[in-house]
């Protein structure tokens, strides 16, 4: 890999484009019955789009033990299985779910349920260790103080190689920033939502920055008004947070938003998700994008941004213009 195509995270190079794993876990609900996944899946086909993914040059995934309520975790282990030592591997934890019934239960934010998670996702992976373990709730930051020394001791046992927080909240990433042992943090950033203040925590502590939602659920990827979100979809029954869709389908301002870049970001014979990957790359040498997939030939289209790299420098001070 090229120095474009890489990244730093804790002591380890990456390859600059992470894969999240949330969609192939595939359904699973809050204890209302509202959809919390992507949609239906094919083990065996998110198998080989993970395999191919690699063969591509991608060596970052990025998992949560609650995708699927544990499913995620477990094909992503089946995946990588007897190739270990060429991936990275990230999971989350703090949330409590049943793995029979698939449903979104609560959360846990004690010491003691971190040293229990850990264990079932090492695991539901099929590894003895897990490269970056992530929070993935939001406790106060006092609350979180005793997690961060869990994950110290995590460290110390060899179980994990480094850890982060899940968050958006540039006062949680401070607060766990200058822990030895925090290496990251993931957090939304895309085109359509950038974060500077946190980028700018990132560069003051030299941590790596995992971008969650890259393309922004899609929006900057394939899903359009033709394509509506259905069933157990989350973008079918769009939960507050989720800003870019309603009722399955792009909102009109974030629509019109994507639309007014699309030129910009497909040139060079780039698709618009991969002009949005460039972007992430050309605004900071911290960010690794971590795109979801639910089939080898996403995989392909995603893991073929690498090949185009970060956008030029006027390309995005153009995009900066088209957004104020």
């Given at each position: 890999?090229?120095?474009?195509?890489?990244?730093?995270?804790?002591?380890?190079?990456?390859?600059?484009?992470?894969?999240?794993?949330?969609?192939?876990?595939?359904?699973?609900?809050?204890?209302?019955?509202?959809?919390?996944?992507?949609?239906?899946?094919?083990?065996?086909?998110?198998?080989?789009?993970?395999?191919?993914?690699?063969?591509?040059?991608?060596?970052?995934?990025?998992?949560?033990?609650?995708?699927?309520?544990?499913?995620?975790?477990?094909?992503?282990?089946?995946?990588?299985?007897?190739?270990?030592?060429?991936?990275?591997?990230?999971?989350?934890?703090?949330?409590?779910?049943?793995?029979?019934?698939?449903?979104?239960?609560?959360?846990?934010?004690?010491?003691?349920?971190?040293?229990?998670?850990?264990?079932?996702?090492?695991?539901?992976?099929?590894?003895?260790?897990?490269?970056?373990?992530?929070?993935?709730?939001?406790?106060?930051?006092?609350?979180?103080?005793?997690?961060?020394?869990?994950?110290?001791?995590?460290?110390?046992?060899?179980?994990?190689?480094?850890?982060?927080?899940?968050?958006?909240?540039?006062?949680?990433?401070?607060?766990?920033?200058?822990?030895?042992?925090?290496?990251?943090?993931?957090?939304?950033?895309?085109?359509?939502?950038?974060?500077?203040?946190?980028?700018?925590?990132?560069?003051?502590?030299?941590?790596?920055?995992?971008?969650?939602?890259?393309?922004?659920?899609?929006?900057?990827?394939?899903r359009d008004h033709s394509r509506p979100a259905?069933?157990?979809?989350?973008?079918?029954?769009?939960?507050?947070?989720?800003?870019?869709?309603?009722?399955?389908?792009?909102?009109?301002?974030?629509?019109?938003?994507?639309?007014?870049?699309?030129?910009?970001?497909?040139?060079?014979?780039?698709?618009?998700?991969?002009?949005?990957?460039?972007?992430?790359?050309?605004?900071?040498?911290?960010?690794?994008?971590?795109?979801?997939?639910?089939?080898?030939?996403?995989?392909?289209?995603?893991a073929g941004a690498l090949a185009h790299g970060?956008?030029?420098?006027?390309?995005?001070?153009?995009?900066?213009?088209?957004?104020?």
């Amino acid at each position: 890999m090229t120095a474009n195509t890489q990244r730093v995270l804790g002591d380890q190079k990456v390859s600059a484009l992470g894969f999240g794993c949330w969609a192939i876990g595939g359904p699973f609900s809050d204890t209302d019955g509202k959809p919390l996944g992507w949609g239906e899946v094919d083990d065996d086909e998110s198998t080989l789009a993970i395999r191919r993914a690699m063969d591509l040059g991608v060596t970052f995934f990025d998992t949560a033990d609650v995708y699927g309520a544990g499913r995620s975790e477990r094909v992503l282990g089946r995946a990588i299985a007897g190739h270990r030592a060429e991936v990275v591997v990230a999971s989350k934890w703090g949330n409590v779910f049943d793995e029979d019934t698939k449903v979104l239960t609560g959360d846990n934010a004690t010491v003691e349920y971190l040293n229990t998670a850990i264990r079932a996702t090492l695991d539901r992976l099929g590894t003895d260790y897990l490269d970056l373990y992530q929070l993935h709730i939001g406790p106060s930051v006092a609350d979180a103080a005793a997690l961060a020394d869990g994950c110290e001791e995590l460290i110390a046992q060899g179980l994990i190689r480094g850890y982060a927080w899940s968050t958006d909240d540039p006062e949680r990433v401070a607060a766990w920033a200058t822990r030895p042992g925090c290496v990251a943090v993931q957090h939304e950033c895309s085109v359509l939502h950038d974060a500077p203040e946190i980028l700018a925590l990132c560069d003051q502590h030299g941590i790596a920055s995992v971008n969650r939602t890259p393309l922004a659920m899609g929006l900057l990827g394939r899903r359009d008004h033709s394509r509506p979100a259905t069933g157990a979809d989350i973008r079918a029954a769009a939960p507050e947070w989720l800003r870019f869709f309603d009722n399955g389908v792009p909102t009109p301002e974030w629509a019109r938003r994507t639309d007014s870049l699309r030129e910009i970001l497909t040139a060079d014979g780039r698709t618009l998700a991969q002009g949005a990957l460039g972007w992430l790359w050309a605004r900071s040498p911290r960010t690794i994008p971590i795109p979801g997939f639910r089939n080898v030939a996403q995989a392909e289209q995603n893991a073929g941004a690498l090949a185009h790299g970060p956008l030029r420098p006027e390309q995005l001070t153009e995009l900066a213009g088209l957004l104020d």
